[in-house]
């Protein structure tokens, strides 16, 4: 087999309230909340919980994951 010949598909998550998703090697984040943002052209906001830590996390496709203390905070700009 030639380098660079396999075909590997791309991996598709789905992000409605309830799923569980991975962002690099944060593994295991239940999604709990999205916040969207019509109108001004950016990307929607997700609130993620990671159970195993009991820690949330605020994620912007195309600008990174923030590890936040509250809900609250995972879920505000």
């Keep these: 087999m030639a380098y660079?010949?396999?075909?590997?598909?791309?991996?598709k998550q789905?992000?409605?309230i309830g799923d569980h998703v991975s962002v690099g090697?944060?593994?295991?984040l239940e999604v709990v909340a999205k916040v969207a943002t019509p109108?001004?052209?950016r990307p929607d906001l997700y609130a993620l919980w990671q159970p195993a830590t009991g820690r949330f996390y605020s994620f912007v496709p195309?600008?990174?994951l923030v590890r936040c203390e509250t809900l609250e905070e995972a879920m505000s700009w």
Excluded at 4 to 11: L, Q
Excluded at 25 to 28: A, D, L, N, R
């Design 4 to 11: 660079g010949t396999a075909y590997r598909p791309k991996a």
């Design 62 to 64: 195309h600008n990174g």
């Design 39 to 41: 109108g001004d052209h």
């Design 25 to 28: 090697f944060v593994k295991g």
């Design 14 to 16: 789905s992000w409605e």
